[in-house]
């Protein structure tokens, strides 16, 4: 263990008294019920880099906090001590409407983020219905996404640039400024995803999209996951501008106060040219007609679609990812396990998102789950379970074929294993 | 003799017929379409996984690198065996082995031909979009390996965007699988294997996104009279909230060139004309298409001419398509660089490219992805004039620094290979470098795959060839970049 005051002062010497957290800030660091004996608030890459190098010759294990959004997602941590909270690093760095490119720090959220890019009619295409306090390190840390991956991809798509401080403290830089850059190794695609184990992110560049011209909402209740499904690939095929899609169980359907329904809930978002939407929507309705599926007027899908992101305490929440086609399938058998499962699915990117009460399900459920995501050929993480659930499982579940080498990444990049010790795949 | 007992056991691994080392089959290997060459001591061509597992093993023991080799289009020298060894052909690998429509997905060998992948799939309405312009004929393993891109990557993005899972054998001849047709746990090794430049691994199999054809696709010819008007309009249109498919530039050199022989009809006095592409639905393009006029009638545009059907649209893709093919009838060489820039850097930075080629005395014809930023500088020059060789690499090497200058990159589509290696410290500090270093060592403590290429080092790569244009004829009469 360290020692509390001769930590707090070393810390203290690189980022000032100011930018420490106080003793009763520290409960809201908590991961997995584990309170760091310091949160920390550096204001550039050389503290963080100071931080990490501090970290390496006391023995002091670093978590990397940003919106705390994401937290919970991760094995429990085989020690931590202190939060790096990047909410200094805030600022927006550059941004060329014309170049179709940002560059900001990473502890900016992607509210802030987005009302700037805005101005110029331009959106960094994360999900639209990522938590607006999210952070933009946080995000690419978890590569998260949601009801628009099939039409923006996942952060690893668009962000063509990266700095982070390893788990030594290098700091260093990855990609460039350009949209198109292919020298050397793709780094960003290393430490997007790599949930605060490699390295610290503390600026990245993205290439931008334009802020669709028109946009409008539709949403349909089916009897079946299959017809929705079936409808959306329909619609997706046809090449209508598709930009969300949430397939929403009634459980879910029903908890967004959607009334008690017994229904699946697909909500679609189609964005684009003025004339392609209106096209999209009076195509989608009329094929609908044609289907089983009824038309709900009057609604707005950001709900549904930002359900993607939603937890609660007390629950259980597994991500899975299967192909498009498995989509319904992998639905209808979660609710068979887990009927109070509320489940949101968006069939194009064969994601199907499944959350419950730990009290109002059997207590094997997850595990049937995982052995049906299994059978189904899909993979599950567990985003959120119970404490104790993680200290017998692995979040990421089985092992991947490329084990040894990811244990390799983390050795060369985190040496002294300081940052987010035992949280990633196979306890890494 | 090592070489005699290294080539029995690749013999007794894959078969005789398989293995080449008589050094009049050994030359088809030793050039790509770069201006180096290096001769290997074998070459392989197996036919499945293990036997790629099993030559890399053999390789290993006897203590030589192994290159892997696609269609030898490669534009940095990346196929070249600097230090020799063992080149492994993908050539037989060339199965597409599974066409999932409903999913989009495909999963083919590495010696698949680009273009054969959107044929397969193009009776379910779906294709493969990176589209490099050697489509016709570089292999998905080359691809991988480049992270190449191609006109439609301004919109769709590279290789990488496109690449859901990978096959490959490590350096200790394993073989191990990375991604997959679903998210799996784990770093992102598959993004990291894209565009590593056979450095890291051999890929084996390749699984990759489809995507539907678009409904609707229009193009678009704008005349202009100045290159920088030209590059104006590039930004302006973007700036303006439309993202086209393609948007391709010429210069009044590249079309000088190309008028003789495709007649296109460019006015001899024009100073550049953008070829841009919108698609999506048919409202969409065509809303698009009017907004690309009007951002070109406000840059002063002299003459736009439209495309809507595939043979009108053909005809406004000649110029552009058939611009090597035009250089290589001027000049007898001619070298092909690759830079990018933001895009609003683009009338400076080409200015500076006219004025370094004039410095220099060289002519030089660009045609490149002006949406992306991403600079093909085509300079003409004899390789019979004794040193011109070194001084158009000179001049290569001063216009790698503008773009560097700019804010920009060394290479946008054809990688570092040996060519750009020591340009890798003008844009990467050396704890950057260093991090790429580990990435490596993490795939290995040798140096076994396709030594001397990306990381800087004091040796140099090979000879100079001057069978490049052998390798773009590969192409056929209508390569361009
Ligand atoms: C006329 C012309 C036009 C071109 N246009 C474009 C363009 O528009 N965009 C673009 O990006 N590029 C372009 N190129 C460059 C080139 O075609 C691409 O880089 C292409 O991807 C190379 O493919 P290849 O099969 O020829 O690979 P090769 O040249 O044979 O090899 C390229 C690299 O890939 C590695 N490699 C090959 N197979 C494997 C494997 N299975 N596993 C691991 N590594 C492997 C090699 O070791 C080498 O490093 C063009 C080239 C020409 C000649």
Redesign the pocket.
């Known amino acids: 263990m360290v020692e509390q005051a001769t930590l707090t002062s070393d810390l203290e010497a690189i980022v000032g008294t100011t930018d420490i957290a106080a003793q009763d800030e520290l409960a809201s660091f908590t991961v997995d019920g584990v309170t760091p004996s310091a949160a920390v608030h550096p204001e550039n890459a050389e503290q963080v880099a100071d931080l990490i190098r501090l970290a390496n010759d006391r023995s002091v294990t670093i978590i990397p906090w940003g919106g705390g959004t994401e937290m919970h997602i991760g094995n429990l941590p085989s020690r931590y001590d202190v939060a790096l909270n990047t909410v200094r690093l805030a600022r927006m760095i550059e941004h060329e409407p014309a170049n179709l490119t940002a560059t900001c720090e990473a502890g900016m959220t992607i509210g802030s983020l987005q009302d700037s890019l805005a101005k110029a009619g331009q959106t960094a295409p994360f999900d639209p219905h990522v938590p607006r306090d999210a952070t933009v390190g946080g995000l690419l840390a978890t590569n998260a996404s949601g009801a628009a991956r099939h039409f923006y991809g996942t952060p690893r798509d668009f962000t063509i640039g990266m700095r982070l401080v390893t788990g030594d403290g290098l700091v260093t830089k990855a990609g460039g400024k350009v949209v198109k850059n292919?020298a050397g190794y793709d780094m960003c695609k290393l430490y997007i995803g790599s949930r605060g184990t490699l390295g610290v992110i503390t600026e990245a560049t993205f290439k931008l999209a334009p802020l669709p011209a028109a946009s409008s909402d539709l949403a349909f209740r089916s009897r079946t996951a299959r017809d929705a499904s079936s409808f959306v690939m329909e619609i997706h095929g046809r090449g209508l501008s598709l930009r969300s899609v949430a397939l929403l169980n009634a459980a879910a359907a029903d908890s967004a106060s959607r009334r008690d329904s017994k229904t699946y809930f697909l909500a679609i978002q189609f964005a684009g040219t003025t004339a392609g939407v209106k096209r999209s929507l009076n195509e989608a309705r009329s094929l609908a007609s044609e289907s089983s599926l009824k038309l709900v007027p009057d609604l707005d899908s950001g709900d549904a679609c930002a359900s993607f992101f939603e937890r609660g305490e007390g629950e259980t929440i597994v991500r899975c990812s299967t192909i498009s086609a498995e989509t319904p399938s992998l639905m209808e058998a979660i609710e068979e396990i887990a009927p109070s499962a509320q489940i949101v699915a968006t069939p194009l990117a064969g994601i199907v998102r499944a959350r419950w009460t730990n009290t109002e399900v059997g207590p094997d459920s997850l595990a049937k789950v995982r052995e049906c995501a299994r059978r189904l050929d899909a993979s599950l993480l567990i985003e959120d379970c119970p404490p104790d659930e993680k200290g017998r499982t692995d979040v990421f579940g089985p092992r991947p074929p490329s084990l040894p080498l990811l244990w390799q990444m983390k050795q060369q990049f985190d040496p002294g294993n300081v940052l987010s010790p035992g949280r990633y795949v196979d306890r890494i | 003799m090592a070489k005699t007992q290294i080539i029995s056991d690749l013999q007794s691994a894959i078969g005789k017929k398989w293995v080449l080392y008589a050094p009049e089959d050994l030359l088809v290997y030793e050039y790509?379409?770069t201006i180096e060459r290096g001769l290997p001591e074998a070459v392989v061509l197996p036919n499945s996984a293990e036997q790629?597992a099993a030559s890399v093993r053999i390789a290993r023991r006897h203590n030589v690198p192994v290159?892997?080799?696609?269609?030898?289009?490669?534009?940095?020298?990346?196929?070249?065996p600097c230090e020799g060894g063992v080149v492994?052909?993908?050539s037989r690998?060339n199965r597409i082995l599974e066409v999932d429509a409903e999913n989009r997905i495909a999963v083919v060998e590495?010696?698949v031909?680009?273009l054969d992948i959107s044929r397969a799939v193009d009776p379910h309405g779906l294709y493969y979009a990176?589209?490099?312009?050697?489509?016709k004929?570089?292999?998905?393993?080359?691809?991988?390996?480049?992270?190449?891109?191609?006109?439609h990557?301004l919109r769709y993005g590279?290789?990488t965007n496109h690449v859901l899972g990978l096959e490959?054998v490590t350096a200790e001849g394993e073989i191990v699988s990375l991604g997959g047709k679903t998210d799996t746990a784990g770093y992102d090794l598959t993004g990291i294997?894209v565009g590593?430049?056979?450095?890291?691994?051999?890929?084996?199999k390749v699984i990759v996104r489809l995507l539907h054809k678009p409904e609707s696709t229009i193009t678009i010819l704008a005349i202009f009279d100045e290159v920088d008007e030209a590059s104006q309009a590039a930004s302006a249109m973007i700036a303006g909230g439309v993202l086209p498919a393609a948007l391709e530039m010429m210069d009044k050199n590249t079309m000088e060139a190309v008028e003789p022989f495709i007649n296109a009809g460019y006015p001899p006095d024009a100073g550049a004309v953008l070829l841009i592409e919108v698609e999506g639905l048919e409202e969409d393009a065509r809303e698009q298409s009017e907004q690309v006029q009007a951002v070109c009638k406000e840059l002063s545009a002299r003459e736009i001419r439209i495309g809507l059907s595939p043979e009108d649209r053909e005809r406004l893709w000649a110029g552009r398509k058939g611009a090597?093919g035009a250089l290589g009838r001027l000049t007898p060489s001619y070298y092909?660089l690759?830079g990018v820039v933001p895009r609003t850097r683009l009338p400076e930075v080409l200015r500076g490219i006219y004025d370094a080629c004039d410095r220099h005395g060289f002519r030089v014809a660009n045609v490149f992805?002006a949406g992306d930023g991403n600079l093909?500088p085509n300079v003409m020059f004899d390789e019979r004039e004794p040193g011109v060789t070194e001084r158009v690499l000179k001049l290569g090497e001063e216009i790698m620094r503008l773009c560097v200058d700019a804010d920009g990159s060394i290479t946008?589509?054809?990688?570092v290979?040996s060519e750009k290696r020591s340009y890798m410290s003008w844009i990467f500090s050396e704890d950057d470098m260093t991090a790429m270093k580990r990435l490596k060592l993490a795939f290995s403590a040798t140096d076994g795959?396709?030594p001397g290429?990306v990381f800087p080092t004091s040796k140099g790569c090979g000879e100079v060839s001057s069978r490049?244009k052998a390798?773009?004829a590969?192409?056929g009469p209508d390569?361009?970049?």
């Open positions: 292919v | 790509d379409a790629v290159t892997a080799r696609g269609a030898g289009t490669g534009l940095s020298g990346g196929a070249i492994l052909v993908t690998l590495p010696g031909i680009n990176p589209d490099p312009s050697s489509q004929v570089c292999t998905i393993g080359g691809n991988v390996a480049e992270n190449s891109g191609g006109p990557c590279m290789t490959i294997v590593s430049e056979g450095t890291l691994a051999i890929v084996t090597l092909i690759d992805h093909h946008g589509e054809h990688g290979g795959f396709n290429k490049m390798a773009i590969k192409v390569a361009y970049v």
